[in-house]
């Protein structure tokens, strides 16, 4: 069974930063495109970003666009978000997810991780 685990989530001030690891058990990981997604309380899974298989092509969500950044390790299996310029709106689990092919439709992602809580809070 293919796992995806993130890690890297806790309580950050305003204009702050984290990064979110999403480490893969997938046997190569390379082969999927692997998105991020948060929830907020009370509000649908929003998309965050979606890295293309082989790491070719990164999109991001307005929202984020510009203080979020994707990287990836290949050598770990390992996929970054790397968050700056946290605001309070920024506040939700966030999840990595895979599928084959990039799409902002969280129902559409084949594997996911269990989330990680990033709570941006004076």
């Known amino acids: 069974q293919a796992q995806l685990v993130e890690s890297g989530g806790g309580l950050v001030q305003p204009g702050g930063s984290l990064r979110l690891s999403c480490i893969g058990s997938?046997?190569?990981?390379?082969?999927?495109?692997i998105g991020w997604f948060r929830q907020a309380p009370g509000k649908e899974r929003e998309w965050v970003s979606c890295?293309?298989?082989?790491?070719?092509?990164?999109y991001y969500a307005d929202s984020v666009k510009g203080r979020f950044t994707v990287s990836k390790d290949n050598a770990k299996n390992t996929m970054y978000l790397q968050m700056s310029s946290l605001r309070s709106e920024d506040t939700a689990v966030y999840y990595c997810?895979?599928?084959?092919?990039?799409?902002?439709?969280?129902?559409?992602?084949?594997?996911w991780g269990q989330g990680t809580q990033v709570t941006v809070s004076s």
């Open positions: 997810a895979a599928k084959r092919a990039c799409s902002g439709y969280a129902p559409t992602y084949d594997y």
């Open positions: 997938i046997a190569n990981m390379d082969y999927y495109a």
């Open positions: 890295t293309t298989s082989g790491g070719t092509n990164i």
